[in-house]
């Protein structure tokens, strides 16, 4: 890729107040470097700790989301994800009138998108109160479809039971973030 | 039995159970690659201690975690429920949770956590600067 192409897709970056821009294959060891590189700019940036902790604590979780659960894995045509294949997602974190804004996104298959609508839809509709009551729920954890059973396996929660308990957390800290 | 210390690493709490002195302590992050190969062990260790913990008996663990991801927050919900299990067994057990005055998310994480505690004794506490 010619400098000029490479420069602009920064600029478009940057226009759009995209700090960090992160496309490819998504690990743990990805998360670790990338989570260090966050951290060193918001103590550059002289973010507030509460800041800091919500964004680093989205990141963490919308990351590990991906990682786990992308349904586009590294082999082409592939009917459906390795449970050992490599994930692919993309995330952004940037900056919006002062406030960070963290965008992260993976493919999911066809087949989960009506359930996965229904599940999202009715937790952006929570308050605090009703967040706070099912992620205790949740941590509780009835293990959903396709766990391991009382086993000590059993408690890294399969599938969309992880990542609902994610975004539940994400809801309940961003709106404890923003209620002052 | 064997005290089970355990360094923080960049992703993981220190561990420091030291079961002669019936102090228990978590403190740091805990985000690791894979929760229950962290946890695994000490689970493992904390059952074998609270199976001898009985009445007569008391034992004090201390939280001092300054981030958890929600896997973690997943097994500290089941070290909570086994310290409760202990204490229903007529173990005096005391839970001691810290969150950094700032931090209003760790502060209700603790106060979700102790509102399960039925048995054991559930301490809030600001850490000290």
């Known amino acids: 890729m010619l400098a000029r192409e490479l420069f602009d897709i920064r600029s478009a970056l940057r226009n759009q107040g995209i700090i ?7 690990t743990e060891a990805v998360l670790s470097g990338v989570g260090d590189a966050i951290r060193q700019k918001l103590l550059f940036d002289d973010a507030d700790t ?11 979780e919308q990351m590990q989301n991906m990682i786990r659960y992308s ?3 590294g082999r082409a045509g592939a009917a459906a994800p390795s449970p050992n294949g490599i994930r692919y997602g993309v995330l ?7 406030e960070y804004v963290i965008h992260a ?17 009715r937790i952006r509709d929570m308050n605090k109160e009703e967040l ?9 954890g009835d293990p959903g479809e396709g766990s391991k059973g009382a086993g000590s396996a059993s408690w890294r929660l399969p599938g969309a039971h992880q990542s609902q308990l994610n975004s539940i957390l994400l809801m309940w800290t961003t709106s404890t973030r923003s209620s002052h | 039995m064997q005290n089970l210390a355990i360094p ?30 962290f946890y695994k062990p000490l689970f493992s260790a904390l059952d074998s201690y609270l199976a001898e913990l009985g009445p007569g008996r008391s034992c004090r663990v201390d939280f001092e975690l300054v981030y958890i991801n929600s896997s973690s927050a997943k097994a500290v919900m089941m070290l909570m429920d086994k310290l409760d299990a202990a204490a229903s067994n007529g173990a005096a057990v005391d839970v001691y949770w810290f969150y950094d005055e700032e931090d209003d998310t760790m502060q209700e994480l603790g106060e979700e ?7 054991a004794n559930f301490h809030l506490e600001k850490m000290s600067a």
Do not use: M
Not at chain 1, 132 to 140: N, T, V
Not at chain 2, 113 to 119: K, P, S, T
């Open chain 2, 8 to 37: 923080a690493s960049a992703r993981t709490p220190a561990i420091d159970f030291d079961f002669s002195k019936n102090h228990l302590k978590l403190s740091g992050e805990s985000y690791p690659e894979d929760v229950t190969e």
């Open chain 1, 132 to 140: 706070r009551a099912l992620y205790k729920e949740q941590l509780r």
């Open chain 1, 50 to 60: 509460k800041t800091t902790r919500s964004v680093f604590a989205v990141f963490v």
């Open chain 1, 20 to 26: 960090f821009a992160y496309s490819g294959y998504v």
């Open chain 2, 113 to 119: 956590f102790g509102e399960d505690l039925e048995n």
């Open chain 1, 71 to 73: 349904a586009e894995t």
């Open chain 1, 105 to 121: 996104g993976n493919l999911v298959q066809r087949s989960d998108v009506e359930r996965l609508r229904l599940k999202l839809t």
């Open chain 1, 92 to 98: 952004t974190i940037g900056q919006e009138n002062g």
